[in-house]
């Protein structure tokens, strides 16, 4: 079996500090806490991006900013989120990319999120995985259906993407696919051979989808963006709290731990 990917979803678009004291939000605070979580064991760090004031933005200079923060304290991925938050324009959520991190997420389809509509247009799609295959960064197709997994093969089929895939699950978004272990299982079921993935679990699906994908040969997100909770109850201290509890867990059963460089091999991604 692989040794697991742990990515670490620090911040996200939606949690305030409010819901979570130490959410991470300036470009210092969200280095810090990815060299922490660095420390810990994940390999990937997924990152939104926050005006001082909290407020989401998909700013190519804040991107840039938190970029060399990062880089001056580990050899982590950086991956960025084209997804922003739900109010973003696509003009808004494409610039990121302008500022070259290794990877980036590709929403492949739109869904109901909360309230809210989360927006991927076919032609959208279609320009995020032009601009990633010019500038060399390594997407990450984001699964909140499972007719997105076919949007992103249709990507596949117009040259605009190429097998493998590594392919991240979402589950548990209130309005879209639940996160129950068969979805779960149902969803890897459905990737082509070769194809790597992960899987997020929102809020209560977290740690047991977690657990599961350790077992499944699969990888592993966890961070604020998904959950603030360590427990029912209980809020997380920080994102390596709960990067921590994976790698214990992984340990327990055996599965060994990808370092940055490790990860980067199982991924494809040239550095």
């Given at each position: 079996?692989?040794?697991?990917?742990?990515?670490?979803?620090?911040?996200?678009?939606?949690?305030?500090?409010?819901?979570?004291?130490?959410?991470?939000v300036t470009p210092d605070e969200i280095?810090?806490?990815?060299?922490?979580?660095?420390?810990?064991?994940?390999?990937?760090?997924?990152?939104?991006?926050?005006?001082?004031?909290?407020?989401?933005?998909?700013?190519?200079?804040?991107?840039?900013?938190?970029?060399?923060?990062?880089?001056?304290?580990?050899?982590?991925?950086?991956?960025?989120?084209?997804?922003?938050?739900?109010?973003?324009?696509?003009?808004?959520?494409?610039?990121?990319?302008?500022?070259?991190?290794?990877?980036?997420?590709?929403?492949?389809?739109?869904?109901?999120?909360?309230?809210?509509?989360?927006?991927?247009?076919?032609?959208?799609?279609?320009?995020?995985?032009?601009?990633?295959?010019?500038?060399?960064?390594?997407?990450?197709?984001?699964?909140?259906?499972?007719?997105?997994?076919?949007?992103?093969?249709?990507?596949?089929?117009?040259?605009?993407?190429?097998?493998?895939?590594?392919?991240?699950?979402?589950?548990?978004v209130p309005g879209a696919m639940t996160?129950?272990?068969?979805?779960?299982?149902?969803?890897?079921?459905?990737?082509?051979?070769?194809?790597?993935?992960?899987?997020?679990?929102?809020?209560?699906?977290?740690?047991p989808l977690a657990v599961h994908s350790?077992?499944?040969?699969?990888?592993?997100?966890?961070?604020?963006?998904?959950?603030?909770?360590?427990?029912?109850?209980?809020?997380?201290?920080?994102?390596?709290?709960?990067?921590?509890?994976?790698?214990?867990?992984?340990?327990?059963?055996?599965?060994?731990?990808?370092?940055?460089?490790?990860?980067?091999?199982?991924?494809?991604?040239?550095?």
């Amino acid at each position: 079996m692989e040794k697991l990917i742990i990515t670490v979803a620090v911040t996200g678009a939606e949690v305030t500090k409010q819901q979570q004291p130490n959410l991470p939000v300036t470009p210092d605070e969200i280095a810090q806490e990815v060299y922490r979580c660095w420390q810990a064991g994940a390999s990937i760090a997924h990152i939104h991006a926050r005006m001082p004031d909290g407020t989401p933005t998909q700013s190519k200079e804040v991107y840039a900013e938190i970029k060399k923060k990062i880089q001056e304290k580990c050899d982590i991925i950086i991956q960025f989120s084209t997804g922003g938050a739900v109010w973003h324009k696509p003009e808004e959520r494409i610039q990121c990319l302008d500022a070259l991190p290794e990877m980036a997420t590709l929403s492949a389809g739109s869904c109901n999120f909360g309230d809210d509509v989360f927006m991927n247009s076919p032609s959208f799609m279609e320009l995020l995985a032009k601009r990633m295959k010019e500038l060399g960064i390594r997407p990450e197709i984001e699964v909140f259906e499972p007719g997105m997994i076919e949007n992103a093969l249709r990507l596949v089929k117009k040259g605009l993407l190429e097998l493998p895939l590594h392919f991240d699950f979402v589950l548990g978004v209130p309005g879209a696919m639940t996160g129950n272990i068969e979805d779960l299982v149902f969803l890897v079921h459905k990737l082509p051979a070769g194809c790597t993935w992960s899987v997020a679990g929102i809020g209560r699906y977290e740690l047991p989808l977690a657990v599961h994908s350790i077992l499944m040969g699969g990888h592993v997100r966890v961070g604020f963006e998904d959950n603030i909770y360590y427990r029912k109850g209980e809020l997380a201290t920080s994102n390596a709290q709960l990067v921590e509890r994976v790698v214990r867990i992984a340990k327990e059963v055996g599965r060994e731990i990808a370092t940055p460089q490790e990860a980067r091999k199982i991924l494809g991604i040239t550095k």
